[in-house]
């Protein structure tokens, strides 16, 4: 084996493994923690090596759908179509360093979302520190 042939092998086997992003891009429903209804649906899909997911389907008796406490460029824009999570970066399987918006509230937290069952997700919106925060379980949906 040639000199060259074995320091790719070398760098191969020491660059980071791309994500196995299939096991969160898709369709998947939110629910209210309190009523249990549904709430929305997102789509998270991945753009410049890393995941967001934006707002696809609101029911009609969605409570917001425009973004009135949000800070601009946000300020009063329509929530379906709006990327509700972004810059999520994978890390030993789970999605890290991102951040979260609230649109009932306006305010942007971090976020994490790790793998739940084989069909949910744990979607973790918190402040500065996961312990300080609250954590929603999303389905795979079965509409989109």
Not at 5 to 24: M, N
Not at 37 to 54: G, H, I, P
Not at 83 to 94: P, Q, V, Y
Request: hydrophobic share 35%.
């Amino acid at each position: 084996m040639s000199l060259g042939l074995i320091c790719i092998l070398a760098a191969l086997q020491f660059t980071e493994k791309p994500v196995k992003w299939d096991s969160y891009t898709g369709y998947w429903d939110a629910f209210d923690d309190r009523t249990s209804q549904w709430s929305f649906t997102a789509e998270l899909y991945v753009k410049n090596d890393k995941m967001n997911a934006r707002v696809v389907k609101l029911p009609e008796y969605a409570p917001v759908k425009i973004c009135e406490l949000c800070s601009p460029p946000l300020k009063n824009q329509a929530l379906l179509g709006m990327d509700i999570i972004w810059d999520l970066e994978e890390d030993h399987g789970s999605l890290v360093h991102g951040k979260i918006l609230d649109p009932s509230s306006g305010k942007i937290y971090d976020c994490a979302i790790s793998p739940g069952s084989s069909e949910t997700l744990k979607v973790r919106g918190y402040f500065k520190l996961k312990t300080f925060g609250k954590t929603q379980i999303w389905r795979k949906s079965k509409n989109k």
